[in-house]
């Protein structure tokens, strides 16, 4: 099957700048998750989708971070305005329900400058 | 907040070895799972251990768990360079709406 697909893989960008990320999940796969990964930690969610309904979003930052899933399918993570400490690695998952395994694709790596 | 906390922080042994790797953990768990993260890569799923299992094999890893300890280990054997890589463990929370929380991460380097 094919993978967890994330465009694009590396942004750099200048702060205040906005930036959008995009990730198709593995077909059928119900739910999907947007994780940040600041260099030397793990993974942190950000938001959680099951189908185009959003899960979980406590971590999210919503004056600057927004996400959506339309039609319960791809979905886009969009920052507007970045910041400095948003420099991260974006890792968009997903899983057939909402058990695991996550299935992880391989990031985009934002650098804010 | 990371639930996870993995010791040691980085790992260096020889091909061929045993590497193991441990996490602690502070709440009550529904399950608890092991990935592996190659440099500029993103995670991949090794292995899962649920709360009433004691110690789980998968090919060449062994996993237990110890819940009165809150912890676990991840036991690799006869390793190789390959197994160079990152290693996370991620706990699954008890509750409604439980999310999976990443410890920081053990470093091992393989040295052939």
């Known amino acids: 099957e094919a993978g967890v697909a994330q465009s694009p893989r590396y942004k750099i960008i200048e702060k205040r700048q906005s930036v959008a990320f995009w990730c198709n999940p593995i077909?059928?796969?119900?739910?999907l998750y947007w994780y940040q990964q600041i260099l030397g930690q793990g993974p942190k969610l950000l938001i959680q989708f099951q189908n185009n309904g959003v899960v979980d979003d406590s971590q999210l930052p919503k004056d600057r971070f927004s996400a959506e899933r339309l039609k319960g399918v791809d979905s886009t993570l969009k920052i507007q305005p970045a910041k400095l400490e948003d420099s991260a690695v974006y890792l968009c998952?997903?899983?057939?329900?909402?058990?695991?395994?996550?299935?992880f694709g391989n990031g985009t790596r934002l650098t804010v400058t | 907040s990371q639930q996870g906390e993995e010791d040691p922080q980085a790992l260096s042994i020889q091909e061929g070895e045993n590497a193991t790797m441990n996490c602690s953990y502070k709440?009550?768990?529904?399950?608890l799972q092991w990935y592996r993260q190659n440099s500029g890569r993103g995670l991949v799923h090794l292995i899962l251990i649920r709360s009433n299992e004691r110690e789980k094999h998968s090919g060449r890893l062994r996993v237990t768990l110890d819940t009165s300890k809150k912890s676990s280990s991840l036991l690799i054997t006869a390793s190789r360079a390959a197994d160079t890589a990152s290693y996370f463990c991620?706990?699954?929370?008890?509750?409604?709406?439980?999310?999976?929380?990443f410890g920081k991460g053990i470093t091992l380097s393989v040295r052939p």
């Open positions: 991620a706990t699954e929370r008890t509750g409604a709406n439980s999310k999976l929380t």
């Open positions: 998952a997903s899983s057939l329900t909402r058990a695991p395994p996550l299935h």
């Open positions: 709440t009550s768990i529904n399950n």
């Open positions: 077909s059928g796969h119900a739910t």
